[in-house]
């Protein structure tokens, strides 16, 4: 699917694209490119000679890969954007190209941070000048994504440790909470990478004196935005870690519980099994042998000395 924009009195304006012809008669300066057929790729060659890249090129995480410039002054920038749904996040790759003032972005997916810029540039007159304010822009709806996305990661995490720091906790709350921290803590990393891969793109435009006065300022804001977000994805790491050290150390504390019990009832049936033992031996004198109250006597002294036991440990509490 292609999508053109051009600029009418300062708003982006979409332009329907059902042919080269509705792509060649326009005057755009962004046509976004989605999951694209080879019919379509054959288009944006005919209007614009551009060679969209391949899908395999976009797997690529070198530098010289993601971000460079072609002999014809093409600029070439390889993105990761973050596309958090409710049931899993990931990241899709986005590839852009500045080629004769217009900017070509090619992706897999729709992603949230195009529609909400389509939607502020369409709306806002001036919130975009040229093909180049379109991909600062685009850097910096994906910075407010990210930090709108790593708030909900806090929320998620207020909850958990709720129930985490609760008085008890059982196995099965402490798996459900296990999933729900492994779950934030993808979400937390692939938005570090994002940034960072946003950090790494920004600061290519910078150094390529491409960008206006104007421009450059916007992009060191972006920067700034960048290491703030940074500062969060620390905090909220170091956060997940002791969420998941504490539900560790309560899982430890259950398991120990069942093992105490074991331990306990073995220090308790030693003395029975001694008395047992000895009241077993196959020797011909033994003084309760013919005591006509040896077999209940030795009964009532292996029950005391269960009882015995039983009794210190609940005193001590270490039946809790």
Do not use: C
């Amino acid at each position: 699917m292609i999508n053109a924009f051009e600029l009418t009195q300062g708003h982006l304006q979409q332009v329907l694209v059902d042919s080269p012809a509705d792509l060649a008669k326009g005057q755009p300066i962004w046509v976004d490119v989605t999951d694209p057929t080879e019919e379509e790729r054959g288009w944006v060659l005919e209007v614009f000679g551009l060679a969209l890249p391949a899908p395999e090129s976009l797997k690529d995480i070198e530098a010289s890969a993601r971000f460079y410039e072609e002999e014809n002054g093409e600029i070439h920038i390889h993105s990761d954007f973050l596309l958090d749904r409710d049931d899993e996040s990931t990241s899709v790759t986005v590839a852009f190209v500045l080629h004769r003032e217009v900017l070509f972005s090619l992706h897999a997916e729709d992603l949230p941070v195009f529609r909400l810029l389509r939607l502020r540039a369409r709306n806002q007159a001036g919130y975009v000048r040229d093909h180049k304010d379109v991909l600062l822009d685009l850097y910096a709806t994906d910075a407010e994504y990210s930090a709108g996305a790593l708030e909900g990661i806090y929320a998620e995490l207020e909850k958990v440790s709720s129930r985490v720091l609760a008085t008890k906790i059982s196995d099965e709350d402490a798996a459900s909470v296990l999933a729900a921290i492994a779950h934030e803590e993808d979400l937390n990393g692939r938005i570090r990478r994002n940034v960072m891969d946003t950090r790494r793109a920004v600061s290519f435009l910078v150094r390529s004196r491409l960008l206006g006065e104007s421009q450059l300022e916007d992009a060191r804001q972006i920067l700034r935005d960048i290491e703030s977000l940074d500062g969060h994805t620390s905090f909220l790491f170091d956060k997940i870690n002791f969420l998941m050290d504490a539900t560790v150390g309560f899982i430890n504390i259950n398991q120990n519980k069942v093992v105490k019990i074991f331990s306990v009832a073995s220090v308790a049936l030693l003395p029975p099994t001694l008395i047992a033992s000895i009241y077993g031996m196959n020797f011909r004198h033994l003084p309760e042998l013919d005591w006509t109250f040896g077999y209940p006597f030795a009964l009532g002294v292996m029950g005391l000395s269960v009882i015995a036991p039983f009794w210190y440990f609940r005193r001590k509490g270490w039946l809790k």
